[in-house]
C-alpha cells in the first residue's frame, strides 16, 4: 500500500545505532495506525552501517535503503529520501539517536494545517561550546538574512508535506534552510520543542566548521533561495546511489 509517511534519516558510521534506531522507529510509527516507510540513507559509511541497514531491510518490507557511492553530506541524503518518498507526509531526522521518534506522533498532528513543522532543541545535550553556541550564532544570522525568525534552524526532526519539499532544487549544504525556501513557496510554519537526547554512541560528524558553513552560505543565500524554488533552474548533481534495496511491488 501507498504509505501516508515516509522517514528519512541519513547515516553515516552509525552501525551501534541502527538497530535501536529502527526499534524505536518502528514502536513509535506502529502505535500511529497509519501506512508508513523508513527511507535510511548510507552517506558513505565505512563502519558497517550498511550491513546493519541490509540486515534489517531483509526483514522489514517497510525500510528501504539507499547507499550512496561515496559521502555526499546531510543536503544530498535528504535530497535522495526526497526523491524517493511516495508518502504524503515527510519526516526527517538524524540517525544517531539523539532526535526522539517520541516526538513525531504530535508532528505530525500540527502538520495537518501546516506545511513544515520544525523542531526546537530547546534543552540541547551536546557540547556547549562546540554545538550549543555556534547553532545560536548561526540560527540568529539566518533569522537576520531571512526573516524568518527560528530557535532552531538545525534540528534534523522536522515535518514536511511532501508535495512541497518535492518541488526544490537543493545545493548542497541548503537542507538547513528548508524552512525558509519553504516561506518562499507560500509554505505555512510551525515550529514546537521537542525532546533531545545525549548521543549513545558513535561521534558527532559537525562541531564549528557547520557555523563557519553558514556564514559563508549567507553572502549568496538569497540567491540560492530565489533558485531553489525556481522550476527553471538548473538541477545540481548532489550524489551517487550505488544501490537501493527495496522490496518490490506486491501484484
Known amino acids: 500500500m501507498t504509505p501516508d509517511i515516509s ?8 552501525e551501534a545505532n541502527v538497530g535501536p534506531l529502527h526499534d524505536e522507529l518502528t514502536a ?9 516507510e523508513l527511507i535510511l540513507v548510507d552517506d558513505g559509511s565505512e563502519d558497517a552501517t550498511f550491513e546493519r541497514l541490509a540486515e534489517i531491510h531483509s526483514r522489514d518490507p517497510r525500510v528501504r535503503v539507499i ?18 518518498a511516495r508518502g504524503r507526509l515527510i519526516v526527517t531526522s538524524d540517525g544517531d539517536l539523539q532526535n526522539d521518534p517520541a516526538d513525531i506522533p504530535r508532528m505530525v498532528a500540527l502538520a495537518r494545517d501546516r506545511d513544515i513543522v ?16 555556534p547553532s ?10 531571512t526573516g524568518i525568525r527560528l530557535h532552531d534552524y538545525g534540528c534534523s526532526l522536522k515535518v514536511f508535506q511532501a508535495d512541497l519539499v518535492k518541488r526544490l532544487t537543493l545545493r548542497p ?8 525556501l519553504a516561506i518562499r513557496r507560500g509554505g505555512r510554519i510551525a515550529e514546537v520543542v521537542v525532546n533531545h537526547r545525549p548521543r549513545r554512541s558513535g561521534r558527532s560528524k559537525y562541531g564549528l566548521s557547520r557555523t563557519f558553513g553558514v556564514v559563508r ?16 533552474a538548473s538541477t545540481p548533481t548532489l550524489y551517487e546511489i550505488q544501490q537501493v534495496l527495496e522490496r518490490a511491488p506486491e501484484i
Request: charge should be positive; hydrophobic fraction near 45%.
Open 7 to 14: 522517514i528519512v534519516i541519513p547515516l553515516r558510521d552509525e
Open 28 to 36: 513509535v510509527l506502529t502505535s500511529l495506525g497509519v501506512e508508513y
Open 67 to 84: 547507499r550512496f557511492t561515496r559521502n555526499f553530506g546531510q543536503t544530498a541524503a535528504f535530497a535522495a529520501g526526497f526523491a524517493h
Open 118 to 133: 520544525c523542531g526546537w532543541r530547546k534543552d540541547r545535550k551536546d557540547a556547549f561550546l562546540t554545538r550549543h553556541v
Open 136 to 145: 545560536v550564532v548561526a540560527n540568529w544570522l539566518l533569522g537576520l538574512v
Open 173 to 180: 549544504g541548503m537542507h538547513r534552510y528548508l524552512p525558509a
Open 217 to 232: 552560505d549567507l553572502i549568496a543565500l538569497r540567491r540560492l533561495m530565489r533558485e531553489a524554488s525556481d522550476p527553471t
